[in-house]
């Protein structure tokens, strides 16, 4: 089992910057895959960015040039960096961690955090 809590959500201005955190805990060694999903209201959930164990890195066409995605492996810790926020960056942004122990692979969700861009 793996717990993982986000933090950081919160109400900012367009164009202002927001990191989100993730801290992940219980069999993290089996981690994967780290990524940041969102749903806006009335929207499907989207995958914005993900950090894979071998470095492999994936954002978002939506996000790209504007988000960062990072890791600490040391503190079983995963980072957004969002800079030029935009409103239609508002939703519920939660973190997913993919663990493959013993032949499967789990899925793992945080309880997700909200960030609200106003204009």
């Known amino acids: 089992q793996v717990q993982l809590v986000e933090s950081g959500g919160g109400l900012v201005q367009t164009g202002a910057s927001l990191t989100l955190s993730c801290a992940a805990s219980?069999?993290?060694?089996?981690?994967?895959?780290m990524a940041w999903y969102r749903q806006g209201l009335g929207k499907e959930r989207e995958l914005v960015a993900s950090l894979a164990n071998g470095g492999y890195t994936y954002y978002s066409d939506s996000v790209k040039g504007r988000f960062i995605v990072s890791r600490d492996n040391a503190k079983n810790a995963v980072y957004l960096q969002m800079n030029s926020l935009k409103p239609e960056d508002t939703a519920v942004y939660s973190c997913n961690a993919d663990c493959f122990f013993d032949s499967t692979l789990y899925d793992y969700w945080g309880q997700g955090t909200q960030v609200t861009v106003s204009s």
């Open positions: 219980g069999e993290t060694a089996c981690i994967e895959t």
